[in-house]
């Protein structure tokens, strides 16, 4: 299947400093990356939908400015957690969609996932 | 509004069945179902497009049932390998703007 490349695994940062991650489709092209977010013991929660060229669209109770969220490339979403705080510590995930494969019900691939803890 | 899973948890015994039911209080276009293991990202097992359908291979399947707004997963002679938390996803269609189910913890012991 398709793969996709979520980097850093890991992050450690001090409270206030901001973190990217960056998630990459290695062997297709993807307009459309997803981004979500998951709490230990919870469920995955769709923070915001990435388009390539245009602006994301966030999901309500998301803060656009707190989550940065760029798509400059067809293979390339970054999300940047600024001013980043505690409760901001979570594990975040990105999938992306095969650009090529057309409709509204192709797989989804989904990066390594980010664990990211803010001390 | 998340779906929702039950059983919360199960534990099985190698071998034994399992059936994992995801309920919508939206109308379902379509379902998914992940399983992803502690610390790792979820990994796609299928996805169910039509209301009545069953799909999947002869030891995970599913079904969808598009009136009740429901979709069960059956785990046939479940092996150590099947240990994992597993998901349902819904949509308005496909993979746009997908919710996650409140998720099912399986165990399989020897």
């Known amino acids: 299947g398709a793969v996709v490349s979520q980097h850093p695994s890991r992050v450690i940062c001090k409270s206030g400093t901001s973190v990217k991650i960056e998630c990459r489709s290695l062997?297709?092209?993807?307009?459309?990356m997803f981004w979500y977010r998951q709490f230990p013991k919870q469920s995955l929660m769709l923070m915001a939908t990435s388009n390539e060229g245009s602006k994301a669209t966030y999901e309500q109770g998301v803060e656009k400015d707190k989550f940065l969220i760029n798509h400059a490339s067809l293979t390339l979403s970054t999300l940047t957690v600024t001013s980043a705080h505690p409760e901001d510590s979570s594990f975040y995930i990105c999938?992306?969609?095969?650009?090529?494969?057309?409709?509204?019900?192709?797989?989804?691939?989904f990066g390594q996932g980010t664990r990211l803890t803010v001390v | 509004q998340q779906p929702v899973q039950s059983p919360q948890a199960v534990i099985l015994r190698e071998g034994e069945d399992a059936v994992i039911n995801c309920s919508s209080s939206?109308?379902?276009?379509?379902v998914h179902w992940y399983r992803q293991k502690h610390g790792e990202a979820p990994v796609f097992l299928m996805i169910?497009?039509?209301?009545?359908e069953q799909k999947g291979h002869e030891k995970i399947s599913a079904s969808f049932n598009e009136k009740k707004q429901q979709s069960s997963l059956y785990l046939t002679a479940s092996q150590l390998s099947y240990s994992g938390t597993y998901f349902c996803?819904?949509?308005?269609?496909?993979?746009?703007?997908?919710?996650f189910g409140t998720g099912t913890k399986l165990q399989v012991i020897p």
């Open positions: 939206k109308a379902l276009y379509s």
């Open positions: 169910l497009l039509k209301g009545g």
């Open positions: 062997d297709f092209q993807a307009t459309t």
């Open positions: 999938s992306a969609i095969d650009s090529t494969k057309g409709g509204m019900n192709t797989e989804a691939f």
């Open positions: 996803g819904t949509g308005p269609g496909g993979y746009q703007k997908v919710t």
